[in-house]
């Protein structure tokens, strides 16, 4: 089935820093989803989009449709303490009407 | 409710017992889905129900789990003869199966510790 692919794996940064993680697909998709994961909490929606080439912005997040509708990447600007968390894309493609979910960027924010 | 629940939230039970998961979605929305974690990982998918169809069992590790949605809500997720590897956190979800802008939100999670 399809799969989805985040980079990086993980990330150490700086608090202040801004933090970059993309999500790649090798089939369309039609919605972008990105959820982070607090230690012992369900993931929490962040950004949705609809729409290939869609810039989306939720305070410091800013998130993308990629025009080939095979990518996403969501941005974080200033990093704080409380980025830390797991930050999984999610995407929704009608062939298969399931969610996929990638596998994760683990962020670590270092004071 | 406001948002998906589940409960019990944490559950310790002895290997080889069986447990029940239970998921309440968001109120009006077709689809529900469940996942497991464990620790330290991604989602792994599990079932999914949407509205009358059949349910795509493709996720189920084994036999020993099964999954049931009552009346278009409710889900219950049963595992029988709990292994110590069944442990994570179970995660159910839902949505409203919108084609044009679907989202997917998700419980807090189950918790099941297998000793």
């Known amino acids: 089935g399809q799969q989805l692919n985040q980079s990086p794996q993980s990330m150490f940064i700086q608090e202040g820093e801004d933090v970059s993680m993309n999500c790649t697909s090798s089939s369309i998709f039609n919605t972008w989803l990105w959820y982070k994961q607090d230690p012992g909490e369900g993931p929490v929606l962040l950004i949705a989009?609809?729409?290939?080439?869609e810039l989306t912005s939720n305070g410091r997040l800013t998130a993308q449709f990629g025009i080939t509708r095979k990518d996403s990447f969501l941005n974080i600007s200033a990093s704080i303490p409380s980025d830390v968390g797991i930050y999984f894309c999610?995407?929704?493609?009608?062939?298969?009407?399931?969610?996929?979910f990638g596998p994760g960027t683990r962020l670590s924010v270092l004071p | 409710g406001a948002g998906v629940s589940q409960s019990p939230s944490n559950k310790v039970t002895e290997k080889g017992k069986d447990v029940e998961l239970r998921c309440d979605p968001i109120s009006g929305h077709t689809a529900l889905y469940w996942y497991r974690q464990s620790l330290g990982q991604g989602l792994e998918f599990l079932i999914y129900?949407?509205?009358?169809?059949?349910?795509?069992k493709s996720g189920l590790p084994s036999d020993r789990f099964s999954a049931e949605r009552t009346g278009g809500s409710v889900s219950t997720l049963t595992i029988q003869r709990t292994q110590q590897e069944d442990s994570a956190v179970y995660l159910c979800a839902s949505s409203k199966m919108d084609r044009e802008r679907d989202t997917i939100y998700f419980g807090e999670g189950s918790w099941l510790t297998v000793v």
């Open positions: 989009l609809y729409k290939a080439g």
């Open positions: 999610a995407g929704y493609d009608n062939y298969g009407q399931n969610f996929v």
């Open positions: 129900f949407q509205g009358n169809s059949a349910p795509d």
